[in-house]
């Protein structure tokens, strides 16, 4: 069963950090690129990062950059997101997504979807 199933949400306050994981299961883990997605309350979804499944090349949305850090472990078939610094505005349902190969900023081109995990940043 193709699978990803996203972790690691909670309650921290602003300026803490927490990290999200994105397990995955069902598909050749390795070839395909994990994107994370965050969607709050009211808002439409967006991109925050992604992380080729090659090269390991990495993005990440102007919002958070500098604050968070995708990074993938193939061995365990895990992708995390390290968030340092969170600010209220970080606040929303994070979601990983994977696609074959290459990063899009878009969650439409994404075809396998986790969960979600929620991120509450108390001020």
């Known amino acids: 069963e193709v699978q990803l199933q996203a972790s690691g949400g909670g309650l921290v306050q602003a300026g803490g950090s927490l990290r999200l994981s994105c397990a995955a299961s069902g598909f050749m883990f390795d070839a395909y690129a994990i994107g994370w997605f965050r969607q709050a309350p009211g808002k439409e979804r967006e991109g925050v990062s992604c992380?080729?499944?090659?090269?390991?090349?990495?993005y990440y949305e102007d919002a958070v950059k500098g604050r968070f850090t995708i990074s993938r472990d193939n061995a365990k078939n895990t992708v995390y997101l390290q968030m340092s610094s969170l600010k209220p505005d970080d606040m929303a349902v994070y979601y990983c997504?994977?696609?074959?190969?290459?990063?899009?900023?878009?969650?439409?081109?994404?075809?396998?979807w986790g969960q979600g995990t929620e991120v509450t940043v108390s001020s």
């Open positions: 997504a994977a696609r074959p190969y290459v990063c899009s900023r878009y969650g439409s081109n994404f075809g396998i």
């Open positions: 992380i080729r499944g090659d090269s390991g090349a990495t």
